[in-house]
T-cell receptor, first 117, second 114 residues
Framework: DTGVSQNPRHKITKRGQNVTFRCDPI?????LYWYRQTLGQGPEFLTY????????KSRLLSDRFSAERPKGSFSTLEIQRTEQGDSAMYLC???????????????FGPGTRLTVL | AQTVTQSQPEMSVQEAETVTLSCTYD???????LFWYKQPPSRQMILVIR??????QNATENRFSVNFQKAAKSFSLKISDSQLGDTAMYFC???????????FGQGTRLTINP
């Protein structure tokens, strides 16, 4: 399978703990995105990378959230001191971006479902 | 800021019928893109169809077509000859030209009944 993969698929943690999720994009995709989806809602943009550079961060991404893409391939999203309000599905997507300003097609992974007790 | 509104939380039709999902959006931009994504139960989101705002012709992909009304800021999805595999959440999404983030609506849960 050469699609976007995310690990783990499910994570249950206690409030106050730190968690880290991993996303492996489609090979050679230079852009990578993180979204958060709460129950019954559409995904909300969190952040996006072009290669290893983090180009945009949403105001939703508080100081407790950090994302990295150190070698321009896989990415990690860490949440420190988790809160119950962090419970959601965290989606990763990737795309092959050009320079024309046009819209890439974003390919989504299956998501990591986080439950904070 | 752009917003996307899907006013139909749930819809249900019989197999082989045609169904139309509604989407409206709010933006002051002139150049942008619109998308419909499908999220089947417990499966990942996939792109159904996309529309560039500068194109007047409505996009079509097999059984899926859109009705893009730029002045009305409306972007509906029509599914013809619906199939059981079309059962999913459908999300309408907006992207400003030059940006890379998608702004999604709340979704419409579509059920195709046999």
């Amino acid at each position: 399978d050469t699609g976007v993969s995310q690990n783990p698929r499910h994570k249950i943690t206690k409030r106050g703990q730190n968690v880290t999720f991993r996303c492996d994009p489609i090979s050679e995709h230079n852009r990578l995105y993180w979204y958060r989806q709460t129950l019954g809602q559409g995904p909300e943009f969190l952040t996006y990378f072009q290669n290893e550079a983090q180009l945009e961060k949403s105001r939703l991404l508080s100081d407790r959230f950090s994302a990295e893409r150190p070698k321009g391939s896989f990415s990690t999203l860490e949440i420190q001191r988790t809160e119950q309000g962090d419970s959601a599905m965290y989606l990763c997507a990737s795309s092959l971006g050009g320079t024309s300003g046009g819209a890439d097609t974003q390919y989504f992974g299956p998501g990591t479902r986080l439950t904070v007790l | 800021a752009q917003t996307v509104t899907q006013s139909q939380p749930e819809m249900s039709v019989q197999e082989a019928e045609t169904v139309t999902l509604s989407c409206t959006y709010d933006t002051s931009e002139n150049n942008y893109y619109l998308f419909w994504y499908k999220q089947p139960p417990s499966r990942q989101m996939i792109l159904v169809i996309r529309q560039e705002a500068y194109k007047q012709q409505n996009a079509t992909e097999n059984r899926f077509s859109v009705n893009f009304q730029k002045a009305a800021k409306s972007f509906s999805l029509k599914i013809s000859d619906s199939q059981l595999g079309d059962t999913a959440m459908y999300f309408c999404a907006f992207m400003r030209w030059g940006a890379q983030k998608l702004v999604f609506g709340q979704g419409t849960r579509l059920t195709i009944n046999p």
